[in-house]
């Protein structure tokens, strides 16, 4: 059964730093697409970043960009997402996906798998 389990989330205070896993499990992690993404109370899902395990590039949100930065390790079928010089503003539940049918247009894809969510709270 696919599951995808997120970690490293907590609270800090703004221009604090912390990293998000996402480890995968269930389904092929090489070639496909991988993503992050937040909900903050009363505001829409919002897609942060995608990778494709394949070596593909990468996407951010321009929320994020220049902050966020995502990565991956095939080797442990694991996603990361370091976050630095945080904002209250990124304070959401954040979800990693996976689009297991292809490596490409990662930024654009519909994810079908989903972790349960870990939550980021940033304090000013």
């Known amino acids: 059964q696919e599951q995808l389990v997120e970690s490293g989330g907590g609270s800090v205070q703004a221009g604090g730093s912390l990293r998000l896993s996402c480890a995968a499990s269930?389904?092929?992690?090489?070639?496909?697409?991988m993503g992050w993404f937040r909900r903050a109370p009363g505001k829409e899902r919002e897609r942060l970043a995608t990778?494709?395990?394949?070596?593909?590039?990468?996407y951010y949100a321009d929320s994020v960009k220049g902050r966020f930065t995502i990565s991956q390790d095939n080797a442990k079928s694991t996603l990361y997402l370091q976050m630095n010089s945080l904002k209250p503003e990124d304070t959401a539940m954040y979800y990693c996906?996976?689009?297991?049918?292809?490596?490409?247009?990662?930024?654009?894809?519909?994810?079908?798998?989903w972790g349960q969510g870990t939550q980021v709270t940033v304090s000013s």
């Open positions: 996906a996976a689009s297991p049918n292809s490596d490409t247009y990662c930024y654009r894809r519909a994810y079908l798998y």
């Open positions: 269930g389904f092929t992690y090489s070639g496909v697409c």
């Open positions: 990778i494709s395990t394949g070596g593909g590039t990468s």
